[in-house]
Structure formats: C-alpha cells, structure tokens
C-alpha cells in the first residue's frame, strides 16, 4: 500500500516520546494547511504521514492524529484515497490502540462522503465494526 519512499521513511523513523509531542502539533500544523490549500500538499508530507502510519514503533498518539491528516490528504488526493483506503479500513479492525481505530473510522467516514465507490469495497469491515 505504501510507496517505495514512504517504505524507506517508516524504516528510518525512530520517534521518542519526548517528540511526540512536537511531531504531533507539526503533524497537525501540516493536515490544517493541506485543509486550507489542498495543492500545498506535497509528495514528501505525504510519504512521511504514510510511514507513520505503517510504523509500529510509533507513539500511539502520533500514529493517531496521523490517521486525522492522511484522512485530510486523501479528501483531496483521489489517488492516493483510493491506495489507502483498505489500509484505513485495515486499522479499524487490527490497530492496537482505540485512539488510532477512532480515528481511522473518522478518516473513513469522511472518505465516504466524498469517495463512495472506494469505500464500498471495504463495507464488510465496517459491518465487523457494527458489531461491536
């Protein structure tokens, strides 16, 4: 699902606790400008949300509010809301912490909205998710 560069990133990445916290606020920093000027959205912000992500050596929080901005970036990147939207779909049901299966379902939901047909293909996930 991931590109050979965000691959490489996650593989680098190493993110403490103690810059959690700073990576969070510019994560989030990132996510509002792409909401506000969706062609400011660069390849390299886009590879570096997806390896953090895909990283299970990732702060919880921060895979979290990751999850918030891919869901921003693929509201405006029909592309890559299509490759993504199973990995989404995917965290639902096995991330391990509800923070991230939270905020993958609002990721999703959004996605709905505005891309129905990529979404549809993952609808016996989100029946599983019903369930619960």
Same mark, same amino acid.
């Given at each position: 699902?991931?590109t050979?560069q965000a691959?490489e990133?996650?593989? #680098? ?6 810059? /959690?916290?700073?990576a969070?606020?510019?994560?989030t920093? #990132? #996510?509002?400008v ?5 062609t400011?959205a ?6 570096i949300v997806?390896?953090l992500?895909?990283?299970?050596m ?5 895979? #979290?509010h990751?999850m918030?901005?891919?869901g921003q970036?693929?509201l405006?990147?029909?592309a890559l ?7 989404l /779909?995917l ?16 990721a ?8 129905v047909?990529? %979404?549809l ?7 599983? %998710?019903?369930?619960?």
């Amino acid at each position: 699902m991931l590109t050979n560069q965000a691959e490489e990133v996650a593989r #680098g990445l190493r993110v403490s606790d103690s810059l /959690a916290g700073t990576a969070v606020s510019a994560l989030t920093t #990132g #996510g509002e400008v792409v909401a506000l000027s969706p062609t400011s959205a660069s390849q390299a912000l886009k590879n570096i949300v997806q390896a953090l992500i895909a990283s299970d050596m990732i702060p919880h929080v921060l895979r #979290g509010h990751a999850m918030i901005v891919i869901g921003q970036l693929c509201l405006h990147d029909k592309a890559l809301a299509k490759r993504l939207v199973a990995a989404l /779909a995917l965290e639902v049901t096995t991330a391990p912490n509800p923070v991230i299966r939270n905020n993958a379902v609002i990721a999703l939901t959004d996605l709905c909205i505005r891309f129905v047909p990529f %979404v549809l293909s993952c609808q016996r996930i989100f029946e599983t %998710v019903c369930l619960f």
